[in-house]
């Protein structure tokens, strides 16, 4: 691992940095930070759009949210300052479900417009799939043990049966070689120019 010292020889005249993204309910932040000090040199902030046709469905697009992020990672950068040497970037989001089709293209999850993919996110408190992780908690499955216990709506398995049983045809898509994605393995996959399918463990974990 290269030591900060020697980075430091490295990019003599640059500020070393690193980006931070966090993508919420309702907007998308990015910080920039020397990494040397700790200083947070800039944020910049952009809100993202939410279509919630109906009780308990709450759907958002893949697409704007990465424009959100790139819009607010350029504004940050700019306004931290000239001879920046970004050493790298994180994501962070919530436990919302992305899909996507065999060729990294949106597919929509939204039952009221199933023609309209850019709703391709399923939101966190999106609570459709209450009777699928009901029914998945009744089996009772050790697997249970590793988030808690009991599973929730929240989740993305409940929300993957959920797309199975309601709309199989959107389900087809993504199962024939697309991917279902937490947001924050989106991001990252999305950032590497969709070449780097790496799924985070924090992920794949009960978030409670």
Avoid at 51 to 56: G, Q, R
Avoid at 130 to 138: G, L, M, R, V, Y
Wanted: with cysteine; charged share 25%; aromatic share 6%.
């Amino acid at each position: 691992m290269i030591s900060l010292a020697f980075l430091s020889y490295l990019t003599t005249g640059f500020t070393t940095v690193s980006i931070g993204v966090d993508v919420g309910t309702g907007s998308a932040r990015a910080g920039v930070v020397d990494v040397s000090t700790g200083a947070l040199l800039a944020v910049k902030k952009q809100n993202i759009k939410t279509w919630s046709p109906i009780a308990e469905h709450h759907q958002q697009s893949s697409e704007d949210i990465w424009d959100a992020c790139a819009a607010c990672v350029r504004g940050a950068l700019a306004e931290a300052g000239n001879d920046l040497k970004v050493a790298g970037v994180g994501f962070d989001a919530t436990c919302s479900l992305v899909c996507l089709d065999e060729k990294n293209a949106p597919v929509g999850t939204d039952p009221t417009e199933p023609d309209d993919d850019a709703r391709n996110i399923i939101l966190w408190m999106d609570h459709r799939a209450t009777p699928q992780a009901d029914a998945i908690n009744a089996m009772g499955h050790e697997r249970l043990s590793t988030v808690g216990g009991t599973i929730s709506p929240e989740m993305e398995i409940p929300k993957i049966t959920w797309l199975r049983e309601k709309m199989p045809g959107a389900f087809s898509r993504v199962d024939k070689g697309g991917k279902f994605l937490d947001l924050a393995d989106f991001l990252a996959y999305r950032a590497t120019d969709y070449k780097r399918d790496v799924r985070s463990l924090c992920t794949v974990v009960c978030k409670w």
